[in-house]
């Protein structure tokens, strides 16, 4: 009975071992961050970005030529300050550092909110593309070669020709 147990688990493993082997894993690769440049939506959110950047730029630039300012007539006038007044003016230097530390930090996560808000529908889009593609041509796994490193790759496993036919770009 245990011979009969073990002829039968060994059958049954060569049936899935055989099946298994013959499922092939299809692999092909694209440049997604290069795929959303090229779409015609990507310089209107990044004009759109860049606008919306300008304002923070603009007043950090403010900031920080308040901070020079009093920064040189600091030094200008420094030798002839009293203690409690130089004391007071090296505070007042570096609580505006580090309200343009702050703001800048502020800024930067700002701009990174309306980044990715602006750019969730193109990059649904371009996904849903190469989605679509990899599904027609039979791919399971699809990496990204900008991320990746790609040391071998065959030509014909490249997406990008058949995804940017897809989206419509030339």
């Known amino acids: 009975m245990k011979k009969l147990f073990k002829v039968a688990l060994i059958a049954v493993s ?18 997604f961050q290069g795929l959303i440049t090229q ?13 919306y ?13 308040e901070l020079q300012t009093k920064g040189q007539e ?8 009293t203690d409690a007044i130089r004391s007071a ?9 580090k309200r343009m530390q702050d703001y800048q930090n502020d ?9 990715n808000e602006l750019s969730k529908p193109l990059i649904d889009k371009a996904r849903a593309a190469v989605t679509a593609v990899a599904k027609e041509k039979g791919y399971t796994y699809v990496l990204d070669s900008g991320q990746t490193t790609l040391i071998v790759s065959p030509e014909g496993d490249d ?10 770009l030339k």
């Open 14 to 31: 060569m049936l899935f071992v055989g099946n298994f082997a013959k499922a092939q894993t299809k692999i092909g690769y694209i440049n």
């Open 39 to 51: 779409m015609p939506e990507y310089k209107t959110i990044r004009s759109q970005i860049d606008i």
């Open 53 to 65: 950047q300008k304002q923070f730029i603009d007043q950090l630039t403010a900031m920080n030529n």
């Open 74 to 81: 600091f030094q200008k006038t420094g030798t002839s300050m």
């Open 89 to 97: 003016k090296q505070s007042e230097l570096q609580d505006i550092q």
């Open 107 to 115: 800024a930067q996560q700002k701009v990174d909110a309306k980044t």
């Open 159 to 168: 997406m990008m020709a058949s995804v940017k036919t897809k989206l419509g």
